[in-house]
């Protein structure tokens, strides 16, 4: 307790002077990386193995590096490689589902994880020590025997549908895309972006074929470190991967970068933010590049942390940038990007971009101090250390050197190149290298707000469409034996509910209804009340945790009413709104007496229902009763996700019959349950009505 007491004690007071300022704080030198001796095999099937012995804990964790990536997407199925990234985890093996191994694995506190990268597959595991030939065991079958269940393909490709959906949302996140596809270009497997149509296109087949070409022993390196004998886990490996014989042709080389960009400013419009998020830079450069070092070097002066020339000058001085910051990027096999990126305020963007232009050509025609570059290369040198701090990121870091051709002493022909920059060559790395007259500068932002228009900067000026494309519309089967067959279908239904005339003579209606969302969708709470009049008159009163909401629209405009106001009803919900009366019962069940409408028996029970608008169901039957037992569409809000409701509880209204209790699923997944309180129907509703605003 005595030593911990005299820790805290100020320096004065110990009988020392403390320093002047921080610049006189002495440190010792760090210590050298010392690379461990890691025990090395390949295994009959061509595996290679890569072994390291870390008694400090009672763990083992290894990790599988397969040579493959995204960059091998076909280009009309991009995202396939990372669905399948996904999936060779979460959709189980052969014997277990994902759920189960989830279960299995969270009760021993280990784990099992997989993933697809751009230009490697991963499968990972870790646990304690004496779960390891538990744990082991679910490794090599994840890796070796996945079961790509259909349900958690449809998940997965649920949530890429969410994520196209959403991707608008964060400027950074649309500045780094943007100048990403930029500079590589957008048609290339490095900037191109998945979509609908490429989430869409890609079945199960894909994904099994995806898999057999990629993961196969002689394509895959093991590394295992932890609390083991090395002699021990060897034979362990040999016998758990025995069975695993699987041959594929050689991998071929990834993909080269070639593109030449074109150089401006490229101004991705968003209305909704208040200041300005930009990515300026060009493209990169590799880790073996000779002049990598000084290079990053560099990069550290210009624009890392709070010493760097971008953030004392642009940020700090004179105040024009909320952040800012440089990096030299440089990937293992194919250059990375060189970037400056940051914030401003809207009104300052074209100044902001003027200072960074000026910090560039700055850099370009004079050496940096001495202080500059000493400060630069130890915060260099510093950073890299800790990529081999531990054991296990020495054996991963050894890993990724052998993985992309890379020799072990790699790191420290790295420091000693980062020892050796000198001003002179800061100078002549920046010259020679980087050239703003090439430069790529993204916006993201509102130019209504920018002040200064951004053709000031003296560039070409470009719009960036960030039009979302929208999912195919699906339209029901023509042919008139399934129309016919459909028709009649429809015709059985309409006299399990009720009869065609007493269904006919709805002329409007009025429902109450509770609605509950999952927990794991939102866990919502709503009551709705929903008023309709034929054909297309429609009104919906929402009673939600933070107010009431009503939508009205007369089936070609509309308005929305929120706790903020009265406003026009934006296009899509617009459109929303236009689909929720297409399938109001009385005009969908009799659909085969619309001439603007298609009707097509599916086969198993099922109809489709289209109409020239592009909106489309699919109802199934109850075989009893006649009835309509579930109803399927596309969810709405620019996504492809599968809307399933499934009905029960059917009662008379005015001699129709309706159901009271409908089910909600999306993908399979339970999103929520609605009960319906009460159906009054030719209540002598008037447009007058359902239009008055609250």
Do not use: C
């Not at 952040?323 to 305020?345: C, L, N």
């Not at 028996?601 to 169901?617: C, E, F, R, W, Y």
């Amino acid at each position: 307790m005595r030593t911990a007491l005299l820790a805290l004690l100020p320096l004065a007071l110990l009988g020392q002077t403390p320093p002047a300022s921080y610049k006189e704080l002495k440190f010792p030198p760090l210590r050298e990386i010392q690379l461990p001796k890691i025990e090395e095999t390949t295994l009959p099937n061509g595996m290679k193995v890569y072994l390291l012995e870390n008694h400090e804990l009672p763990l083992v964790r290894g990790t599988a590096l397969i040579r493959t990536g995204n960059l091998f997407d076909p280009a009309d199925k991009i995202g396939l490689a990372t669905i399948t990234g996904e999936l060779i985890r979460s959709g189980g093996t052969t014997a277990k589902s994902g759920d189960e191994i989830d279960e299995q694995l969270e009760n021993i506190a280990a784990s099992v994880e997989s993933s697809i990268d751009e230009t490697f597959g991963r499968v990972a595991f870790s646990t304690l020590k004496e779960r390891t030939d538990e744990v082991m065991g679910v490794f090599r079958d994840v890796l070796t025997s996945p079961g790509f269940r259909q349900n958690k393909i449809d998940l997965a490709k649920s949530m890429f549908r969410s994520g196209i959906q959403r991707r608008n949302d964060d400027a950074p996140s649309i500045s780094q895309r943007e100048f990403a596809s930029l500079i590589y270009g957008r048609t290339t497997p490095y900037g191109w972006e998945y979509e609908y149509a490429t989430i869409d296109a890609i079945k199960r087949d894909d994904i099994e074929g995806f898999y057999t070409r990629y993961f196969f022993p002689a394509n895959t390196i093991l590394a295992v470190q932890g609390d083991f004998s090395a002699p021990e886990m060897k034979a362990k490996i040999e016998k758990l991967f025995e069975g695993w014989k699987v041959t594929q042709p050689a991998v071929p080389a990834f993909p080269k970068v070639d593109n030449t960009p074109k150089p401006g400013v490229y101004v991705a419009t968003k209305t909704d933010v208040t200041q300005t998020n930009f990515v300026l830079g060009q493209l990169g450069g590799v880790l073996s590049d000779k002049d990598y070092p000084a290079l990053e070097v560099m990069a550290d002066i210009l624009g890392s942390g709070f010493q760097s020339r971008l953030f004392q000058k642009v940020r700090t001085k004179l105040g024009l940038a909320y952040d800012v910051g440089a990096a030299w990027g440089a990937g293992y096999d194919h250059p990375g990007m060189f970037q400056i990126e940051g914030s401003t305020k809207s009104a300052s963007t074209v100044d902001a971009l003027k200072a960074i232009d000026g910090e560039v050509e700055r850099i370009r025609s004079t050496e940096v101090t001495a202080e500059e570059l000493e400060s630069a290369k130890q915060t260099v040198q510093n950073g890299f250390v800790f990529n081999f701090d531990t054991m296990a990121k020495t054996l991963g870091r050894l890993m990724n050197y052998r993985y992309y051709g890379y020799p072990d002493d790699f790191i420290f022909r790295y420091q000693k190149a980062v020892a050796a920059v000198t001003r002179e060559d800061v100078l002549r790395v920046a010259k020679q290298y980087l050239d703003p007259a090439k430069f790529v500068t993204v916006a993201t932002g509102n130019p209504k707000d920018f002040g200064t228009p951004l053709s000031a900067l003296g560039k070409p000026v470009y719009e960036i469409d960030l039009t979302i494309p929208e999912p195919k519309k699906e339209t029901a089967n023509a042919d008139p034996a399934a129309a016919a067959s459909g028709k009649a279908r429809l015709a059985k239904a309409r006299e399990a509910m009720g009869g065609t005339a007493k269904i006919a003579a709805i002329k409007d209606m009025t429902e109450v209804n509770s609605v509950q969302i999952d927990p794991a969708a939102g866990g919502l709470k709503a009551e709705q009340t929903a008023y309709w009049i034929a054909p297309d008159q429609f009104r919906q009163d929402n009673v939600l945790p933070f107010g009431k909401v009503t939508t009205y629209s007369d089936g070609k405009t509309g308005w929305i009413a929120t706790p903020q106001g009265v406003q026009a009803v934006p296009a899509a919900q617009l459109k929303q709104v236009q689909f929720e009366t297409f399938r109001i019962w009385f005009s969908l069940i009799q659909s085969d007496l619309d001439p603007e409408r298609t009707v097509a028996d599916q086969g198993g029970g099922k109809v489709q229902i289209s109409d020239k608008a592009g909106h489309l169901v699919t109802l199934t039957f109850d075989p009893a009763t006649g009835l309509p037992a579930t109803e399927s569409y596309p969810a709405q809000g620019n996504t492809s996700a599968t809307v399933t409701e499934t009905y029960a509880d059917w009662r008379e209204s005015n001699g129709v019959k309706l159901p009271r209790r409908i089910t909600l699923t999306q993908e399979g997944h339970h999103y929520g349950d609605v009960a319906v309180n009460d159906v009054s129907l030719n209540k002598g509703l008037t447009a007058e009505q359902l239009s008055k605003k609250p």
